[in-house]
């Protein structure tokens, strides 16, 4: 059953809310209302020389105004970002979506749950605190300079840790559940493989259900191409080795299916 | 004669298979069709290239796979497939829902290899095989075979002798002289030659300060590469009379239209499928496009018209 689009959306509106972290809003036709939260977009940009999709996580999705909210780092001077980044209202960017299969909401609702998001990992927990009904602890993780947090506060307890110390506890997710005291029965984690091997880590050790959104460099975005694999314990159906396809058969996955 | 809606005939005969039209995908950039057909209409496509499969399941190369390059792209994917009888139990169902001609390509790590999975498929409702002599990223078998003439006509006569279906032997740009290893196939028995696979190149991440991908080197494809692989269908069409398949960097019918000026019979598109998943149907339609506007009413007229 076909629910991928390629459309050309347009640019609501685009600002700069961290350093090197951008937010914009896009109207598309049909990919906002058939999106989850967890899913990703691809993203194209108009410079030729840059053939390959963008793999970007949605941060909210507003099925009324059909608009979705993308918030994304510039990786560097020239990239691809950085031309996303100087999108304005009136433009338009090409994209193909929605991609992956997203978060599942059915076992963490009505339970105490952890929403850990770390770095470029944090936006896509923003939609799923939105529509997720449970005990939500929500830890986030940052390096320095904090972003999304009013956003978040407005979704249940939120909870920080920063590697610098200036905001929360100094350290990182772990650390912030640590110092707080916290416990859930069900996890959901995005974020860099450090952070997702630690919160697999603590989830397999005190037996708790737990989802991580894993990220791997992409091309064709729709599981042809075979380029973003990531290992698995046992044998995958589709494959017939021990790789899943984190375009397609993610990019959630429960913490046991995978090596992270 | 009305120009606009006269008759087109774009079908195009390779060694007894006739195609309805000369676009097909190129190996390893579509899968087995099936994650694109919620894009493409696969029945307007002359033929659907399977990603490479072996006598059994391989696991590839660690990630990351791919990098990005201007103008294209380097992936070392490793030819990671499912082996041979899931394929023929699960793809080939699925192709056959479909009216275009299915090839498969095959790999391998020794002779044997290829032979047992070009006779597994013996009896399959498979059309062509393409037997893939030119894989840059696996350490055995592949390339190996695909940069020496002589080994190369080997394998080829192995093969032909083992298989039903006609043999399109694909050729690696990373040798001295393409037009010897294509006479090389040719003299093997090769009813059709493709060309090229990817060129070997290298990409290191300044900020990881390691390689780009982690089998260190990788196979670049994409626009970038296009004059090379034009240059080659060339080279080759100048010395073998079978018919080829031109592929490399294609994204439009215009760019198509330079290969099969240049001698190539069919065109494949690989890396253009990633950026826009609907180029085989937009090159298909822009060599009809070409065909009205050159009052060219059977697309064979056009193959090699620059010598």
């Given amino acids: 059953m076909s629910c991928k689009r390629k459309e050309k959306a347009a640019v609501v509106s685009q600002e700069q809310i961290a350093r090197d972290i951008y937010s914009m809003w896009i109207r598309t036709e049909e990919i906002a209302g058939l999106a989850v939260p967890g899913q990703f977009i691809s993203m194209y940009t108009e410079d030729r020389s840059k053939i390959l999709p963008r793999p970007i996580s949605l941060c909210e999705i507003d099925r009324e105004r059909k608009q979705l909210r993308v918030v994304y780092r510039v990786t560097g001077k020239g990239t691809g970002t950085e031309q996303f980044s100087r999108l304005r209202p009136g433009d338009f960017v090409e994209i193909l979506g929605p991609l992956g299969n997203g978060f599942p909401l059915e076992p963490g609702t009505g339970k105490k749950v952890f929403l850990i998001g770390g770095g470029i990992g944090v936006p896509p ?62 996890i959901y984690a995005c974020g860099p493989a450090p952070m997702l091997r630690a919160v697999k880590q603590y989830a397999e050790e005190n037996h708790i259900v737990c989802y991580v959104s ?45 090596e992270v | ?52 499969v072996a006598n059994v399941p391989w696991p590839g190369n660690p990630a990351p796979r791919i990098a990005e390059t201007y103008g294209g ?84 006569r192995e093969v032909k002798k083992h298989a039903k279906q006609p043999v399109i032997m694909k050729l690696s740009p990373n040798v001295t002289s393409i037009a010897e290893m294509a006479k090389a196939v040719e003299a093997g028995g090769a009813d059709v030659i493709s060309l090229i696979n990817t060129l070997t190149g290298m990409k290191i991440d300044i900020h990881r300060q390691t390689f780009a991908v982690a089998n260190k080197t990788g196979g670049v ?40 000026l240049a001698g190539a019979s069919a065109v494949s598109v690989g890396t253009a499928n ?32 620059v010598y």
Avoid: W
């Fill in chain 1, 214 to 258: 894993m990220e791997e460099r992409m091309a064709c975005g729709v599981g042809a191409c075979l380029a973003c694999i990531c290992r698995t314990p046992e044998i995958d159906e589709h494959s017939q080795v021990h790789n899943k396809r984190v375009c397609k058969d993610g990019p959630v996955f429960l913490s046991t299916e995978v």
């Fill in chain 2, 221 to 260: 494809s994409g626009p970038a590469i296009r004059p090379i692989a034009v240059r080659m269908v060339y080279e080759a069409a100048q010395a073998v009379k079978v018919p080829l398949i031109g592929m490399g960097g294609i994204t439009c019918g215009e760019d198509a239209l330079e290969f099969i």
């Fill in chain 1, 125 to 186: 927990m923003l939609e799923l605190a939105k529509q997720l009904d449970a005990g939500k602890q929500l830890v986030m993780g940052y390096r320095d300079e904090q972003f999304l947090t009013e956003e978040f506060q407005k979704n249940g307890s939120l909870f920080i840790a920063t590697e610098d110390g200036s905001a929360g506890t100094t350290g990182n997710v772990m650390d912030a559940i640590a110092a707080n005291g916290l416990d859930a029965e069900v």
């Fill in chain 2, 73 to 156: 792209m380097m992936n070392a994917i490793g030819l990671q497939n499912p082996g041979i009888e899931v394929f023929c139990r699960r793809d080939i169902p699925f192709l056959k829902k479909f009216d275009t001609k299915i090839i498969v390509n095959v790999c391998g790590k020794t002779i044997e290899d290829y032979l047992e999975v070009v006779e597994r498929l013996a009896e399959e409702p498979v059309d062509l095989l393409e037997i893939n002599i030119s894989c840059p990223n696996v350490k055995e078998g592949g390339i190996a075979f695909g940069q020496d003439p002589k080994s190369a006509e080997h394998i080829t």
């Fill in chain 2, 274 to 305: 990633f950026y826009n998943p609907s180029a085989t149907i937009e090159v298909a339609e822009g060599i009809e496009a070409y065909m009205r506007q050159h009052k060219t009413e059977h697309f064979r007229d056009l193959i090699g018209l």
């Fill in chain 2, 1 to 52: 004669m009305n120009t606009r809606n006269f008759d087109l005939d774009t079908t195009v005969n390779l060694a007894g298979v006739e195609l309805k039209n000369p676009v097909m995908t190129a190996s390893g950039t579509f899968g087995s069709g099936e994650e694109y057909s919620e894009f493409v209409d696969l029945n307007r496509l002359g033929a659907v290239v399977t990603k490479g």
